[in-house]
């Protein structure tokens, strides 16, 4: 089992920055693939962007590339979602998973085993 708990939204203006941070316990985060997924109001959950187990590989949505930036620490037992740029287009509650998945699979919030409780986005114009 693995408990997933994501920090760092909040409340910004547009342009601005935010780092979420995705902090796991319960068993060593090197073991799975780690995504992070949005809601935005009213709508469904989509996929943001996603890492392999080792960070040689990364995987972005075509509305953030260029802004956002995946990375993980293994040591440290975390992943991170640099998000650059950020516009109101971006509010939503983020979302941090994980799960034993490879390739396109990595897509798919479906597919992911463990989730955090979310951290909320706002972006104001």
């Known amino acids: 089992q693995v408990q997933l708990v994501e920090s760092g939204g909040g409340l910004v203006q547009a342009g601005d920055s935010l780092r979420l941070s995705c902090a796991a316990s319960?068993?060593?985060?090197?073991?799975?693939?780690m995504g992070w997924f949005r809601q935005p109001p009213g709508k469904g959950r989509e996929f943001v962007a996603a890492?392999?187990?080792?960070?040689?590989?990364?995987y972005l949505a075509d509305s953030v590339k260029g802004r956002f930036t995946i990375s993980r620490d293994n040591a440290k037992n975390t992943g991170y979602l640099q998000m650059n740029n950020l516009t109101p287009e971006d509010t939503a509650v983020y979302y941090c998973?994980?799960?034993?998945?490879?390739?396109?699979?990595?897509?798919?919030?479906?597919?992911?085993?463990?989730w955090g409780q979310g951290t909320q986005v706002t972006v104001s114009s």
């Open positions: 998973a994980a799960g034993p998945l490879r390739g396109s699979l990595l897509r798919a919030g479906s597919q992911y085993n463990y």
């Open positions: 890492i392999t187990r080792t960070g040689d590989i990364t």
């Open positions: 319960g068993r060593a985060i090197v073991t799975y693939a």
